[in-house]
Nanobody, 124 residues
Framework: QVQLVESGGGLVQAGGSLRLSCAAS????????TGWFRQAPGKEREFVAT????????YHAASVKGRFTISRDKKLNTVYLQMNNLESEDTAVYYC?????????????????WGQGTQVTVSS
């Protein structure tokens, strides 16, 4: 049974940092592309970042580029999202997702496995 578990969310002041983690069981990120998405209240789900299974190709949304970094620890089978210089607009529930076809897509429908989400709240 595949399970993705996010952690690391919380309340932080604007300008602060958080690191989100996504731990997997039942699949290995070494064979799956992994994406981070977020959804703010009343808004549609939004792509944040993705990393391919080899860990070498990444893509970040324009809204977070230069502030957020996606990375992967192969040994721990964990994907991270380092978030720096947080803004109030980053407040959302953050989800990690895995794609067995390793497409590195920005589209949520490309991902077949999803975590339950972790809340990030940025106070201004």
């Amino acid at each position: 049974q595949v399970q993705l578990v996010e952690s690391g969310g919380g309340l932080v002041q604007a300008g602060g940092s958080l690191r989100l983690s996504c731990a997997a069981s039942g699949l290995t990120f070494g064979t799956h592309a992994t994406g981070w998405f977020r959804q703010a209240p009343g808004k549609e789900r939004e792509f944040v970042a993705t990393i391919t299974s080899d860990g070498f190709s990444t893509y970040h949304a324009a809204s977070v580029k230069g502030r957020f970094t996606i990375s992967r620890d192969k040994k721990l089978n964990t994907v991270y999202l380092q978030m720096n210089n947080l803004e109030s607009e980053d407040t959302a529930v953050y989800y990690c997702a895995a794609d067995e076809f390793n497409r590195g897509s920005r589209l949520g429908q490309a991902y077949g496995y999803w975590g339950q989400g972790t809340q990030v709240t940025v106070s201004s």
